[in-house]
């Protein structure tokens, strides 16, 4: 069971990589829409492309699933809650054993 408990302990890194990449992505959109940082800024312009890419796999199957709600995307948020759930849930099962 002792197993179990590690593979757990990982996912859970694993989701706070995610949730962290999730905010890092937020905060440069924001800065990029209200015009703090300029979108020609070419290391910022190309850390965010890359966050994009790594999530884009996993928003898009939330994204087709949620109604169009126009220019804000709270696909993001959706994943954060699935993954906090699901560690939970995982803890859980990890504790009742």
Known sequence: MQGLAVLVD??????QVLVMLIIVQFVIG????FNVVSPSNEFLRQVYDSINRLLEPVLRPIRNIMPDTGAIDFSPLVLIFGLQA????????????
Request: hydrophobic share 75%; aromatic share 10%.
């Open 30 to 33: 924001l800065l990029f829409a």
């Open 86 to 97: 699901i560690i939970l849930v995982l803890g859980r099962i990890v504790a009742g054993y």
């Open 10 to 15: 990982l996912l859970g890194m694993l989701t």
